[in-house]
């Protein structure tokens, strides 16, 4: 019986597949080419809980006058009165403004939104 393909044959088959280009089939082109986001993708994270703080100033005690503070004790903050207050975003400063009455509760008014720190 003869064979199918000689052995130089072979050989030579071999070496064109080795230097042929791979083939892809287009699959056409999808919105990651776009670059635009997923509106359903985005509307996944507006349920998301963020933690967020107005800070109306900081201060600095040794520990021992820390323990001694009492009820009705006042402590002097970095700010003063009618200076903005600083409004964190999972601890990342994102705005500052006003603190305001709303009923009977204390608000923050924006003033000012920050840009992100890179």
Do not use: C, W, Y
């Amino acid at each position: 019986m003869e064979p199918l393909m000689s052995n130089e044959d072979h050989a030579q088959l071999l070496t064109a597949e080795n230097n042929a280009s791979p083939m892809f089939e287009d699959f056409g082109t999808s919105d990651f080419d776009t670059g635009a986001p997923d509106e359903i993708g985005l509307e996944a994270v507006h349920e998301v809980p963020v933690k967020v703080q107005a800070v109306l100033g900081r201060s600095r005690l040794p520990i021992g006058e820390l323990l001694r503070l009492k009820a009705g004790a006042v402590m002097e903050l970095d700010r003063r009165v009618g200076e903005p207050v600083d409004v964190f975003v999972n601890d990342r400063l994102i705005a500052r403004g006003e603190v305001v009455m709303i009923d009977n509760s204390l608000g923050v008014t924006l003033t000012e939104i920050t840009r992100p720190e890179r």
